[in-house]
């Protein structure tokens, strides 16, 4: 038989559980002792990835990985995926690189694997620096508060998931 | 992201956005609401290397010398190589790599001299292919001969198999790497005939930078298609290939050594 403080520590916990869950992957402040939740920095321009967010989140390194060797040994190119292309989006000025001149991925990056302590060869080789003219992905400038732009996008979706156009 | 994209359900969303991706050419413009445009680009899918094409360079050694100074620089900058490029920002001639360089030769007997550009010869069997352990070298279907350095290890048994001496290993640490070709230490590299320039249709940096300069001293092309610059030239020419005797089948081939 449980004791009434055991299962109201329980229920803390989940409810501990349930809170860490709602605030994902985004700002919640750090508990004293543990380790800060990353803080990944916002796109440079794009309101919406290649794939949905949950994807990108579990499996970007197999889309990556899968496409480098289509592209390097087989010379497929111009696909989905592409390193440069997150640069194009995700490349972001920081204080921590050049002195803030030079846009990265290491905001957006680095911030996951090291709260996951990911350890990637990546960048060893691929800068991850934003240079004029690579990528090709996205061209709708970031307006990350701009909720009338996102919401027309959202119902224009939805009106195409709706009508089933299959084009 | 905003929350609603967030919670929608991955196949709802992965569905829209494939058709919306999928709507059309190289650039689709869907316009939402007035002044509010949702605009898709994608570039067309191109490849794979099919051996269809057989990519290969005719260079006149007889063309003036400082021609070839010419091409290695602009194999410098397209590729970002050189001592620019190491960490340290010292130049260590011994060790840095060198994807093309000038060579004089001349034969002892005669006193005749030539001057040429060496680089990559992109065999059609190359050795340093045979001998990796891990398979990073490696032979395009179209002939192009790279090193996929994401699984070189550096053993450099590549660089030992190569005839032509034309493989460098990455001593040093290295920065500023261009974005279309990454490089970094502890992997070997090479030529790689600008395989991004020639995917896209162009040639490579070196072939360019001749013509920009009026030169036509190295030729490029498909050896493979009969009516390219390239067939037409060495159909027309004498021309030979560094140690042919290897039985190698580079190319790379080259007139008047």
């Known amino acids: 038989m449980r004791s009434a403080s055991q299962i109201l520590s329980l229920a803390f916990l989940c409810a501990a559980i349930v809170a860490m869950g709602l605030g994902g992957l985004t700002t919640s402040p750090a508990q004293a002792g543990e380790v800060p939740l990353p803080n990944i920095a916002k796109a440079y321009k794009g309101e919406q990835c290649v794939e949905p967010v949950d994807v990108m989140r579990r499996n970007h390194f197999e889309f990556l990985m899968h496409q480098r060797d289509e592209t390097l040994r087989e010379g497929i190119r111009g696909q989905k995926y592409s390193l440069n292309d997150c640069v194009d989006c995700h490349a972001v000025a920081s204080p921590d690189v050049a002195d803030g001149k030079l846009r990265t991925l290491k905001p957006f990056c680095k911030e996951c694997h090291e709260y996951a302590a990911v350890s990637i060869d990546c960048f060893g080789c691929h800068t991850g620096a934003a240079v004029p003219g690579i990528g090709k992905q996205s061209s709708l400038p970031a307006n990350h508060g701009d909720k009338a732009s996102i919401a027309v996008l959202e119902a224009h979706l939805n009106a195409e998931r709706q009508g089933g156009t299959d084009q | ?223 493979n298609d009969p009516n390219s610059d390239i067939s037409r030239a060495v159909a027309k020419h004498v021309t030979q290939r560094i140690r042919a005797d290897l039985d190698l089948e580079p190319g790379v081939h080259y007139r008047g050594i």
């Open chain 2, 1 to 223: 992201m905003n929350e609603k994209t967030m919670s929608t359900p991955e196949t709802d969303v992965d569905t829209s956005r494939r058709n919306l991706l999928k709507g059309g050419a190289a650039a689709a413009v869907v316009t939402l609401a007035p002044g509010v445009t949702l605009r898709t680009v994608e570039a067309a899918v191109t490849g794979p290397a099919t051996s269809a094409q057989r990519w290969g360079m005719l260079i006149d050694a007889t063309a003036p010398e400082h021609l070839w100074d010419l091409a290695v620089e602009a194999c410098k900058a397209e590729q970002g190589w050189g001592p620019e490029y190491n960490t340290s920002g010292k130049a260590n001639p011994l060790t840095d790599p060198q994807w093309i360089r000038k060579v004089s030769v001349k034969d002892p007997k005669t006193g005749a001299k030539a001057t040429l550009p060496v680089m990559c010869q992109h065999c059609a069997k190359p050795p340093c292919v045979d001998v990796c352990p891990t398979g990073a070298s490696m032979k395009r279907a179209d002939g192009i001969v790279l090193v996929d350095k994401h699984i070189c290890i550096g053993c450099r048994y590549c660089m030992m198999a190569c005839p032509y001496s034309c493989r460098s290993f990455v001593h040093e640490d290295v920065k500023n790497q261009r974005p279309h070709m990454p490089r970094g230490k502890g992997t070997v590299e090479s030529c790689t005939l600008c395989v991004h320039r020639v995917d896209a249709g162009q040639k490579p940096a070196c072939v360019e930078a001749l013509n920009n300069a009026g030169s036509n001293a190295i030729i490029f092309g498909d050896l």
